[in-house]
C-alpha cells in the first residue's frame, strides 16, 4: 500500500498530496501547480529545485543532471523525486502571464492513422476518449506494453502533438525509429496497428508558442523535431493574437528525410507572414536539380549554415528550436552569435534513455 505526504511549494506556498511511488512534479502538474520542466524523464535538469525540509528518494536521475554534490547539497529532480515524508521545495517558477497551463490528466487513445512519411518516420494519429486542453508545442507521454509477457513492465515515451489545440480530440504525432529502442523500434515500428487502445497522459512540457508577441519568429526544426514546431505555426497562423513574422527552417540529411515539405509550402502561398525553408545537408542543388525538382527551392548544408547566411543579425527575434540535443545545441549558439538573446530562445531536446548516460546540457544557458 503507497502512503501520501503533503509537499509544499515555496514561494507560492501550495501544497498537493503525493503518494511514495509518484514523482513530486506528477502529483503537482496534476494538481494545476505548474512547476518548471521539459524531459520528464531525469536528463535534462530543467526540473531541478531545493529540498528545504523532509526527505526524498531521488529515483532514477541521471548522475549528470543531478549530480552527488548537488543531492548532498540538498538538491532534487522533480520529475523523479519521490517524498518519503512531508516535503517543503523552493521552485523558480517563472510562468508566462499570458499563458494558462492545463492540468496533466489520464486518457485512452485509440490509434487512428499510422503512415510512413519520410525515412524511417511514421505519422500517428490518435483519437482521445475526451477533449483535452493544451498549449501548441506541448506532449504526450504513451504507455508501452512490456515488451514480453515475461518483462512485464510497461514503460513510458514522449512524443510531441504536432497539431494545435483548436483539435482537442484528434491527435497527430511524428515518430522517427530509434534502433534498439523500447518504443519505437519495439512498439510504434514493430507491431502497432490502427484500432489499438492504450493509455495516455498530458498535456506536459513548456515549449509552448507564447502568442501576443509580434516578434519575427525563427523555427528551427530537425527530424521529427518538427512535430512541436508545427503545431505551433498551425496555431499561430490561426490566432489573431500571434501578429508576427514566422520563418521554419526545417533540416534533413536529403529529401527522403523531409516531410510535409507541400503542407509547408502552400501554408507559405497561403499566409504571407509565413517562410519556409527546408534545408540539406548531405544533397546537393545539382542532384536535387537532375532529378527534376527545383534546386532553388532549398537551402544547402547544415541548418544553422544556412540560417547564418540568410540573416547578418536576429536581434530582436524570437528563436524556437528543437530536435536532436546536439542540432538544437549548434542551432542556439548560431543564434546568439546573430545576436539573439538566451531569454528569447525557447528550445526542446529530444533526448532518450540513452541520454542519461551523459546528456547534452548547454552550458550557454541557465536551466
Ligand atoms: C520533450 C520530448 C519530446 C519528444 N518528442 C518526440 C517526438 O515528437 N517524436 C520523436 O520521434 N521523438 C520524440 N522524443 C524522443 C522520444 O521521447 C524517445 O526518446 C524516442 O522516440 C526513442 O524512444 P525509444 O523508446 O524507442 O528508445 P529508448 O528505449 O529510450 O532507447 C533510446 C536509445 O537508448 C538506448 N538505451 C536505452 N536504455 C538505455 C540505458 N539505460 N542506457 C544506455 N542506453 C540506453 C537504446 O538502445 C536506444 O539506442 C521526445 C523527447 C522529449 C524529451
Ligand atoms: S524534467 Fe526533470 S530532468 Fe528533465
Known sequence: MSESYVVTIEP?????????????????????????????????????????DGDVDHGEASSFALMDFERDEGKLLTCCATPRSDV??????????????????????????????????????IELDRDIAFNAGQYLTFEVPPASQADGVAVRRTWSIASPPSEPRRLEFHVRLVPGGRGTAGWVFGGLSVGE????????????????QDNH?????????????????????????????????????????????????????EFDQFTYRPCLSAESAEEVAASGDDPTAYGYGMVTDVIANDHASLSGCKGYLCGPPLMVEAALKTLMSRRLFPRDIYREEFFNEGDKSGGVNSPLIKR
Not at 513530486?24 to 528545504?52: F, M, N, Q, Y
Not at 503512415?115 to 524511417?120: G, M, Y
Not at 526544426?221 to 490561426?238: D, N, Q, S
Open 88 to 125: 517543503t521545495i523552493e521552485a523558480d517558477i517563472d510562468v508566462d502571464e499570458d499563458l494558462e497551463m492545463y492540468p496533466v490528466q489520464d486518457y485512452v487513445a485509440t490509434l487512428v492513422e499510422k503512415t510512413e512519411i519520410a525515412r524511417d518516420t511514421v505519422r500517428l494519429v
Open 197 to 212: 487502445q492504450f493509455p495516455v497522459s498530458g498535456p506536459y512540457g513548456r515549449f509552448v508558442l507564447h502568442t501576443g
Open 12 to 52: 507560492i506556498g501550495r501544497q498537493v498530496l503525493c503518494r511514495d511511488d509518484q514523482s513530486i512534479l506528477d502529483a503537482c502538474l496534476r494538481a494545476g501547480v505548474w512547476l518548471p520542466h521539459s524531459c520528464t524523464h531525469g536528463t535534462c535538469a530543467t526540473c531541478k529545485c531545493e529540498v528545504v
Open 217 to 269: 519568429t525563427i523555427m528551427v526544426a530537425g527530424g521529427t523535431g518538427l512535430a512541436p514546431i508545427k503545431a505551433m505555426l498551425r496555431h499561430g497562423l490561426e490566432n489573431e493574437a500571434y501578429g508576427g513574422e514566422m520563418t521554419l527552417y526545417q533540416g534533413g540529411r536529403s529529401r527522403d528525410w523531409l516531410y510535409d515539405v507541400d503542407f509547408f509550402r502552400s501554408l507559405a502561398e
